[in-house]
C-alpha cells in the first residue's frame, strides 16, 4: 500500500499523466491535457469543443461539502463574464448511475452552468487531482492560466485577474 501512495506521490510530482501513452506536465503556462465527457443533456462534449471559449473548469461531487461552499462564486464568475466569452463548466466525479443525484443537485444548488459527467472520474487521471474540488482556468487557445486545489473563495483576486487577462480586456 505504502508503495502504491510513494508511486502515485512521485508521478504527480513528476507531472507525468497516464492512460494515453504518453506524459506530460499539467502545469500553469502549458496547453491543458485534452478531455472529453457526457453533458447532463446526454450529449459528448470536450475541451476542445470549447476553444476560442475562457473555461474555468471546475471538478467536484455531489458528498463533497467544499465544493457545496464554492458554488455561490462559482454562479457569480459565471454569471458576470459569461457574455464576454467565459464558461464555467462543472465535472462531477460522481458514481456511475447518479444522474438523479446530480441533477437534483444542481437544482438546490440553482447552478447556472453546464455540467460534464465523469463517473470512472478519467479527468484525475488527466489533470493529476489529488481530490476535490480542484478548478483550472483555461484560455481560449487551450492553456493552462491558474489552478486551485480546494475550494474557490469569493474575492480571489488572482483568479479574478487570471479570467480578467485571458479575456483581454
Not at 508503495?3 to 506530460?24: I, K, Y
Not at 485534452?34 to 476542445?48: E, I, P, Q, R
Not at 479527468?123 to 487531482?129: D, E, N, V
Amino acid at each position: 500500500m505504502i508503495r502504491g501512495l510513494v508511486l502515485v506521490a512521485a508521478t504527480v510530482a513528476a507531472g507525468c499523466r497516464s492512460g494515453d501513452g504518453g506524459s506530460a506536465r499539467v502545469e500553469v503556462g502549458r496547453a491543458a491535457p485534452a478531455y472529453s465527457a457526457v453533458a447532463m443533456s446526454g450529449d459528448s462534449v470536450s475541451l476542445d469543443g470549447l476553444r476560442g471559449t475562457v473555461v474555468l473548469l471546475n471538478v467536484w461531487a455531489t458528498w463533497c461539502h467544499p465544493c457545496r461552499d464554492e458554488i455561490p462564486e462559482l454562479r457569480d464568475l459565471h454569471a458576470k463574464y459569461n457574455p464576454r466569452g467565459f464558461e464555467v463548466v462543472g465535472v462531477s466525479v460522481d458514481a456511475g448511475g447518479a444522474e438523479d443525484n446530480v441533477r437534483a443537485f444542481m437544482t438546490e444548488f440553482a447552478m447556472n452552468y453546464p455540467v460534464w459527467l465523469d463517473p470512472d472520474d478519467r479527468i484525475s487521471t488527466r489533470y493529476l487531482l489529488v481530490g476535490v474540488p480542484t478548478t483550472f482556468l483555461i484560455d481560449r487557445d487551450g492553456v493552462l492560466l491558474w489552478r486551485k486545489t480546494g475550494p474557490v473563495k469569493a474575492g480571489d483576486t488572482a483568479l479574478t485577474a487570471a479570467i480578467e487577462r485571458a479575456l483581454g480586456e
